[in-house]
């Protein structure tokens, strides 16, 4: 689509700004994708105060990102439009609040139109045959291939209440809440039912329908094709939404465990956009998953090279102790330790490191951590410290699984997948089978990391568990 925005057109499809003034130099720029959202996303709110928060949810979804980066876009969108800060012509800003679009703005309603108003603007001096000749073949281009790919286009936006309804449920997603999330999901399919062409609705229903679900995996696996469903109808109407790429990846990935399709859905929303930190991360975990430990790697650094927070990840640090490089592995955590070595990820993920090392007197003092973060009691803290000095590790696993019955996550999963972790390191090789099946029968989502964590390797090629590698 293409709309004339004061002195330029900008075609939304492109991602292009070309000058639309009486001026015979023509200007032609290309907006990358990021600004090109934070304009779009003015665009819909043209003439009103859009705070800082609505702009980064909508350009920014599902990720945490500071007013550094909304402010870095912004000069691009100005830079681009020649506009100044001090005395806009098309943006200005609103002290403590956010930005109003102040340009006028007008859509072209076909591609006719669109060439009537090049020809006035550049003046050129092109015969009336010459004229209609180039209207033709734009039109047979139009109906050919422009007109088969669908565009969101301003007139199918909601209303303004419909707007504010939607961004109603899009706030209560974020709540911890399952009430909040009904409400969400009953906001977004009356947004379906009264706006059936915005795209990113669709996305969000699915989502949402997704963190009902909860942690119930087996009912996720039996919904996945309604979640499919939803996005690639979100991506029909706006087939450049990497969110949307994201989401199914999500879903191959941890629901389907379908890491070749999970992979092809990564690829795509980095194609659209390369400098998402934390699509970086999320394929890195799936290329671990994988057994792709330099791919996995070579994303890990990118995300880190994106988003600072991501120098005090512990990701490549498993992705080490995946490949058994365990003293590189260690290295990694060393570096951690100086950052924050009261982070409870960090001691989780220490101590199943040094476990797999074999330095086990150093794992079980960050496991004594694990458990005065879970409240153990005395009496339980002397009994496991007890059972460490009679046997090491393995009678603590032990311990863990005969004796506590440990039901929570402290640091090894939930059951049957934890039970099936102590069992294993407890010697128990049987029994940690007999979990791992039950696990799978109810579509525990990490055990993705089957085949590649060390965890499982004493077990990983019994013959009852060949579905499983599978």
């Not at 072209?108 to 180039?134: F, G, W």
């Not at 909860?214 to 939404?241: C, Q």
Request: aromatic share 10%.
């Amino acid at each position: 689509m293409q709309i004339i925005l004061g002195n330029w057109l900008l075609d939304t499809q492109a991602g292009t700004l070309s000058n639309n003034t009486e001026s015979s130099k023509v200007e032609n720029k290309r907006l990358d994708h990021t600004p090109l959202a934070l304009l779009l996303c003015l665009l819909k709110y043209r003439g009103q105060d859009v705070t800082k928060d609505v702009m980064l949810a909508e350009v920014w979804p599902e990720k945490v990102v500071s007013e550094d980066v909304l402010s870095v876009a912004m000069s691009q969108i100005r830079k681009a439009l020649k506009d100044n800060a001090r005395k806009p012509q098309y943006i200005k800003t609103i002290p403590g609040i956010g930005y109003r679009l102040i340009a006028e703005v007008e859509e072209i309603e076909s591609v006719q139109k669109m060439v009537v108003v090049n020809l006035k603007s550049n003046k050129t001096k092109i015969t009336l045959a010459l004229s209609i000749a180039i209207v033709l073949l734009i039109s047979v281009f139009y109906f050919l291939y422009l007109k088969s790919t669908p565009t969101l286009i301003l007139s199918q936006l909601p209303t303004l209440s419909a707007q504010s309804h939607y961004q109603k449920g899009r706030y209560l997603l974020t709540q911890k809440d399952e009430k909040s999330w009904q409400e969400a999901k009953q906001i977004f399919e009356d947004t379906i039912i009264t706006s059936p062409e915005f795209a990113p609705v669709y996305r969000e229903l699915a989502q949402t329908k997704l963190k009902l679900v909860g942690k119930d995996s087996l009912a996720a696996f039996k919904n996945a094709e309604d979640f499919k469903f939803l996005i690639n109808k979100s991506l029909t109407l706006s087939p450049n939404d990497q969110a949307s790429y994201l989401l199914l990846a999500k879903i191959a990935f941890t629901i389907e465990w379908d890491f070749a399709l999970a992979e092809l859905y990564f690829s795509k929303a980095l194609q659209i956009d390369d400098n998402n930190a934390m699509a970086h991360y999320k394929f890195s975990v799936l290329l671990m998953a994988a057994g792709k430990f330099n791919l996995a790697l070579k994303h890990i650094q990118r995300y880190i090279a994106l988003d600072p927070a991501g120098y005090a990840a512990a990701m490549v640090a498993w992705i080490y102790n995946m490949m058994e490089e365990y003293e590189l592995a260690i290295k990694e955590m060393d570096k951690l330790q100086q950052l924050d070595p009261s982070d409870l990820m960090y001691i989780m993920s220490a101590q199943s490191i040094l476990e797999n090392t074999g330095k086990e007197q150093e794992s079980f003092q960050k496991l004594t951590k694990i458990f005065q973060h879970f409240n153990y009691t005395k009496d339980e803290i002397s009994a496991v410290t007890q059972a460490f000095k009679q046997g090491g590790l393995a009678n603590v696993n032990l311990w863990l699984l005969e004796v506590k019955k440990e039901q929570k996550n402290i640091g090894q999963g939930y059951p049957p997948l934890s039970l099936a972790r102590y069992a294993v390191k407890a010697g128990k090789k049987e029994l940690a089978i007999k979990y791992i099946q039950q696990a799978r029968a109810k579509r525990e989502k990490n055990l993705i990391y089957f085949n590649v964590d060390p965890v499982y390797k004493s077990i990983r090629h019994a013959p009852e568990l060949n579905d499983t590698i599978k």
